[in-house]
């Protein structure tokens, strides 16, 4: 399993890399911070940095969608990690107005879908909803959504795909189609390359109908599996 972590985390470098005098984007910081360490406190400084990137170029152009993007998602991560339910609230709050306010952007979906599963994955179903009102229907009805609005990028369906296996270990059916998606989907940025290769690897696996060791590896492929 070890050496699982250390592929998803090679692979992740290899996508996200930039040139030595470029700074990485608040969006690559937390694609590594997410894929790409197994330590958490290299995590949160990863995080701490990108919502405060986030938060001043905001302060400049108060209306830049993806800056609103990754800081929602920053402060979200920082929750998990932190098992922040503030942290967390805030986040929702955050992603469901980008939500509300573009309907159609499967990002802001995805994002909304994966707060939602995220939770209860790590609370599980009755505190997920008590204690930061999650909800696993909610969840997987913006993750479709997100697979719908996302044409052919393989970001969407890997993500659902891991996230519906890692969930629920006998719903092998839907993640391999979501997977297979996933494999022979465009990949035009690194999000898209790390969730296509991660899908492509849990294939043979939901193949051959074994949706636990589906679900264990899905668990490393996914935000923060890598962390020892």
């Avoid at 994002?111 to 995220?118: E, I, N």
Wanted: no cysteine.
């Amino acid at each position: 399993m070890r050496f699982q972590s250390l592929a998803v985390a090679a692979t992740v470098v290899a996508v996200v890399s930039t040139a030595p005098a470029l700074a990485a984007s608040p969006r690559e910081e937390l694609i590594r911070a997410a894929f790409a360490t197994h330590d958490k406190s290299q995590a949160l400084a990863l995080v701490d940095q990108a919502i405060a990137e986030s938060q001043s170029i905001l302060a400049k152009s108060p209306g830049d969608r993806e800056a609103k993007l990754q800081q929602a998602l920053g402060i979200g991560y920082r929750g998990q990690l932190k098992r922040s339910p503030t942290d967390a609230k805030a986040a929702h709050g955050l992603l469901q107005s980008l939500a509300s306010a573009d309907p159609r952007d499967p990002e802001a979906q995805v994002a909304v879908a994966g707060w939602h599963l995220t939770a209860v994955g790590d609370l599980g179903n009755f505190l997920a909803r008590t204690i930061l009102g999650a909800d696993r229907a909610t969840g997987f009805a913006a993750l479709d959504k997100a697979v719908a609005l996302g044409g052919n990028r393989a970001f969407f369906s890997g993500y659902a795909a891991l996230i519906r296996i890692k969930l629920d270990s006998s719903d092998t059916a839907v993640a391999l189609r979501y997977a297979q998606r996933a494999a022979s989907a465009q990949a035009p940025t690194p999000i898209d390359r790390v969730m296509q290769q991660a899908a492509r690897r849990i294939i043979p696996m939901l193949q051959a109908g074994d949706g636990s060791g589906a679900s264990k590896l899905a668990k490393q492929l996914l935000p923060f599996g890598t962390l020892s």
